[in-house]
């Protein structure tokens, strides 16, 4: 089943969500006894949501096929072209650049061999799509290679370089442990239940 989410959900929609099982599908978790909201079977945790807006999609495609016989090892956050990128969680900043696939990205190690990656960033001038943009318009202009970062703080911007020129734009979100790539969507939608329950004062 194709899920995805829309942040801008009415309590009245979460809901429905919720008498549907539309969460049904959440992993086992070794804290299920303890507080609302659970957290992913991890140790790691999306403090912040990475897109700072409303206007967000995200499905679970993790494992999906794509050219070249590569498998989908991310998941990919749908908003308008020059969103703010949030870092998810405190780290450092161990490499900004760009290729030509991933576009311009962003890698920062978190705590304990904890890594995210945001991939794609904006590489259009304001208002366009014409691709004649660049470091300016991919990354916060202060940030450099070796900066510790703070979760919630603004790194770069969303859009649609490397491999995702023509698509819509958005980042491809990766979370790493010990080097091997995980499946971020439940870290997202932990973080989404967290931020909906605050704005809403939902106790599920
Ligand atoms: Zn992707």
Do not use: C
């Amino acid at each position: 089943m194709q899920r995805t989410l829309f942040r801008a959900l009415s309590a009245a929609a979460i809901g429905v969500l919720l008498s549907t099982g539309f969460w049904s599908s959440s992993p086992a978790s070794a804290e299920s006894s303890q507080e609302w909201p659970l957290r992913s079977p991890s140790e790691f945790s999306v403090e912040v949501f990475p897109h700072n807006t409303e206007t967000i999609s995200f499905s679970d495609s993790w494992g999906n096929r794509r050219p070249g016989g590569r498998r989908h090892k991310g998941t990919d956050i749908i908003s308008p072209r020059g969103t703010e990128i949030l870092a998810v969680a405190d780290g450092v900043v161990t490499e900004m650049g760009t290729s030509p696939l991933s576009g311009y990205f962003i890698r920062i190690e978190n705590a304990d061999e904890w890594a995210t990656s945001y991939l794609h960033l904006n590489n259009d001038t304001n208002g366009t799509d014409d691709g004649d943009g660049g470091t300016w318009t991919a990354f916060h202009p202060t940030l450099q290679e070796g900066d510790e970062v703070i979760a919630g703080q603004v790194i770069g911007y969303v859009g649609d370089s490397g491999n995702a020129e023509g698509t819509i734009p958005h980042t491809h979100f990766e979370i790493k442990h010990d080097g091997e790539k995980r499946n971020p969507y439940p870290f997202l939608r932990d973080a989404l239940e967290r931020e909906m329950q605050d704005r809403y004062s939902l106790h599920f």
